[in-house]
């Protein structure tokens, strides 16, 4: 399974039509509340039935398809999140994140959910409990971190101080797409994540570039929970 | 979510989109529930905080019973019957109708969902208490969708306990979750060490907090 984030500034019809209208099989089929189907009338091409479910849908719904399950998160006044899971090949990945790009996303990326985990997750332990957090993925902040596959804009670059000549020096594969964005492949299979400290070393060379190893520092002096949950929120 | 009912009594809202068509309003149950509706009978003041403690975990309830698709799982607050679970399908709430009724005279239904929310409720505030977080939260959060009430709420957290062998991003948790994110609270899941929590719901939660004592042994 490769994992995909992309998220959105603005208009919720822009994103939806851009799922829609993506080749199979990357194109969902059904949509939902539940990670479940609840019915099989909830079908994306019943253009009135799913354009009154967006409506009222207005903190995010599923979109389903055999192989692709895509969670599109909605919170008022913050981007549009849509979190991806697809159990299809990484070449239909490459053509979901170009298609996607027609959407004009802030940040994008794809790669195994243990990249994203060793890109954006901590864990620590607190007597019996191990706690598990998201980090610097708020691309207000910072640029979340370069992954097997990453979407870059010229904007999001520029605001956070990344030169893309570094970037590109160290991409296998550089793609250039309309509307100012930049799709890299770091390296050839998603799985090779971790014979690549090329990516992480990058991620910590620039300073606009999040990078987990600083979070993980700070957060063993926390003596409570609350304490750690304080400095997580710093680093959201 | 609870509301005011128009009994002055609390009404649990548990379906999204057009009523089930096996939808049945409940009458009021008339009396209280016989001592036999408890596994093990606590005394009076603890009943009736974990008959109040029931309503507000009814949605957890339901969630547990939904599960295994057991219609009859009764909704009960002091005493009184709001209305049953059916067979709604995974995740999904909804039916109220009157195998309820039945099920809860009968005794059998009450007894369980009774039992599991006064246990799941205690073991809930234990987890707070342990994290740092000593009052119960009742206040509702809201998107422009709906409200939800989130197990703990500060002006840094909103936290949501699951004890529970599945947890998945069903609309409850989405409303808190985004609720949450709008604030610039974390959003918190505690749940067991072996709970599968499904990829989206890992992903919508900032922290998940894992411990031996919740979800499977």
Same mark, same amino acid.
């Given at each position: ?236 | ?131 740092? +977080?000593? =009052?119960?939260?009742? !206040?509702? &959060? *809201?998107?422009?969708?709906? #409200? @939800? ?39 918190? +899941?505690? =749940?067991?060490?072996? !709970?599968? &929590? *499904?990829?989206?719901?890992? #992903? @919508? ?13």
């Amino acid at each position: 399974m490769i994992e995909a984030g992309l998220e959105f500034e603005g208009a919720i019809d822009r994103v939806v039509t851009a799922f829609a209208d993506l080749p199979e099989p990357l194109r969902p089929v059904h949509f939902s509340h539940e990670e479940k189907l609840a019915s099989d009338a909830d079908r994306i091409d019943d253009q009135m039935r799913f354009a009154v479910f967006v409506a009222k849908s207005k903190s995010g719904f599923f979109l389903l398809g055999p192989g692709v399950t895509y969670s599109v998160r909605i919170a008022t006044g913050k981007p549009l999140v849509c979190d991806c899971f697809l159990e299809l090949t990484p070449e239909a990945l490459e053509q979901f994140l170009k298609h996607m790009s027609k959407a004009k996303p802030v940040f994008g990326f794809a790669c195994v959910p243990g990249e994203r985990e060793r890109r954006n997750r901590v864990t620590t332990r607190q007597g019996v409990n191990v706690i598990e957090s998201w980090v610097g993925r708020d691309t207000k902040k910072y640029v979340p971190g370069f992954y097997w596959l990453t979407l870059l804009p010229d904007a999001l670059a520029e605001q956070h101080g990344v030169p893309l000549s570094a970037v590109k020096a160290v991409a296998q594969e550089h793609v250039e797409l309309e509307g100012g964005l930049h799709l890299s492949r770091f390296y050839e299979r998603p799985e090779d994540w971790q014979e690549t400290p090329a990516v992480t070393k990058l991620c910590a060379s620039l300073p606009g570039v999040f990078d987990v190893e600083k979070v993980k520092l700070q957060l063993s002096a926390a003596k409570s929970f609350l304490d750690l949950n304080s400095m997580l929120r710093k680093w959201k | 979510m609870a509301t005011d009912a128009p009994s002055g009594g609390k009404a649990i809202t548990v379906f999204e989109g057009e009523a089930s068509p096996r939808w049945n309003p409940v009458p009021a149950f008339p009396a209280p529930l016989p001592p036999s509706s408890y596994q093990n009978p606590p005394s009076p003041n603890f009943l009736r905080q974990g008959l109040d403690d029931v309503l507000g975990c009814a949605l957890d309830v339901g969630c547990q019973m939904a599960f295994g698709d057991a219609p009859g799982a009764a909704l009960v607050a002091g005493g009184k019957l709001l209305g049953s679970v059916g067979a709604a399908g995974l995740g999904r709430l909804g039916l109220v109708g009157a195998k309820g009724v039945d099920a809860l005279r009968s005794g059998e239904a009450g007894r369980g969902v009774v039992a599991n929310g006064v246990r799941g409720r205690a073991s809930e505030i234990r987890v707070l208490n342990e994290l740092g +977080l000593t =009052t119960r939260n009742t !206040t509702a &959060v *809201s998107t422009a969708e709906g #409200r @939800a009430i989130p197990d703990a709420l500060t002006k840094s957290l909103s936290l949501e306990v699951k004890d529970a062998a599945n947890v998945s991003l069903t609309r409850q948790l989405r409303i808190e979750t985004e609720a949450a994110r709008a604030s610039g609270r974390q959003s918190i +899941l505690v =749940t067991g060490k072996k !709970t599968c &929590v *499904s990829g989206p719901c890992s #992903r @919508a939660f900032d922290t998940i907090i894992r411990r031996p004592d919740l979800g499977p042994q």
